[in-house]
């Protein structure tokens, strides 16, 4: 038996509690892990407080990531006693997810930790910070190098957005941080590495088909007209990685910005990922991010304490990171 924070539905309303938990009751999976540790997040704190429609079926146990410890594996690729950890793949939603001491998941999902990496400060980095070193090489795959000019990156004090404007500062490019609030979270991104910070209200204005040219390249974590309005200021054969839908699915815009300037958007999914790839995310996050990245906010938490903060984080409450030690 185990400890796990369980979800379940009564009369259409979400139900959170811990319970002692038998491993025959995990899904299907190649590779059975101990967890030391997963992560709070927004989408996570929607899920267990039910303010959104994020679980596909109950029981289920949130958690959309976790690091922890082999013990037993069906595939050849991991022994017990390997360290492991796990981003995306629907735990959490369709398939158990990290909140618990246990966890049972496809071989496939899984990446071998990275050396010079603890597991309390993989689920710092976490989904986001893995999303974020994606679209940072998307731009570096494109062409796009320090002295092309300046960065943009929307979205910039949400989880991808801080990282990557931390990961771009940390190669050499000169970065402008777009946020909403820029009095609260300013200075912050500035100490991240922003060579300057923009209010967001100026993206969200109607974009024409093209605008001045302004950016070498961008990091988009928003979409919609937010995204339109970047490809409208694009430099000539520049790229923009996009990795957001909270703007929504509509793009307001025109084919001139990829004709006539050769704009390239490069789509990011952290899951649809091949292994290859998300190895080498990680290892190069462990390589780029400055020990200081590590020493910023961060609540750490058990089982019992998810719930408060789960509310807290879905009201914008909380700033910075939320681990759960299990």
């Not at 979800?7 to 299907?28: F, M, R, Y």
């Not at 967890?35 to 303010?51: C, E, F, Q, R, W």
């Not at 793949?89 to 966890?103: N, P, R, T, Y």
């Not at 060579?195 to 967001?200: H, L, Q």
């Amino acid at each position: 038996m185990f400890k796990a924070l369980v979800l379940n539905q009564e009369e259409k309303k979400t139900i959170a509690g811990i319970q002692q938990v038998d491993e025959s009751q995990l899904p299907e999976g190649d590779v059975l892990i101990d967890v030391d540790y997963s992560s709070l997040n927004y989408k996570d704190g929607l899920a267990i407080t039910g303010k959104g429609k994020i679980v596909r079926q109950f029981p289920m146990v949130p958690g959309i990531d976790l690091t922890g410890t082999v013990s037993e594996s069906s595939d050849s690729r991991y022994q017990a006693g390997d360290k492991v950890v796990l981003t995306g793949w629907g735990v959490g939603e369709g398939h158990w997810g990290g909140m618990a001491e246990k966890a049972r998941l496809k071989a496939d999902w899984l990446v071998p930790l990275p050396s010079g990496l603890n597991g309390k400060q993989a689920m710092m980095v976490g989904t986001a910070g893995l999303t974020a070193m994606l679209c940072v090489q998307a731009l570096v795959d494109a062409g796009v190098k320090p002295e092309a000019g300046e960065i943009l990156v929307t979205g910039a004090s949400g989880g991808v957005g801080s990282v990557a404007v931390t990961l771009l500062a940390q190669m050499g490019y000169q970065v402008a941080a777009v946020t909403g609030r820029i009095e609260e979270n300013g200075e912050l991104l500035k100490q991240l590495g922003a060579a300057r910070v923009i209010e967001r209200s100026v993206f969200e204005e109607p974009a024409r088909p093209l605008e001045k040219q302004v950016w070498a390249g961008a990091v988009d974590t928003v979409g919609s007209k937010v995204l339109a309005k970047v490809l409208a200021q694009m430099d000539y054969n520049s790229a923009v990685a996009a990795c957001g839908l909270a703007g929504g699915f509509d793009l307001p815009t025109t084919v001139m910005p990829f004709i006539l300037r050769n704009v390239r958007l490069q789509g990011v999914d952290s899951v649809a990922c091949p292994f290859e790839k998300r190895q080498q995310a990680w290892q190069r996050l462990t390589e780029l991010l400055p020990t200081s990245y590590y020493e910023q906010a961060c609540r750490e938490v058990n089982l019992e304490g998810v719930a408060e903060c789960a509310e807290a984080i879905t009201n914008g409450q909380i700033t910075g990171r939320v681990v759960i030690k299990l």
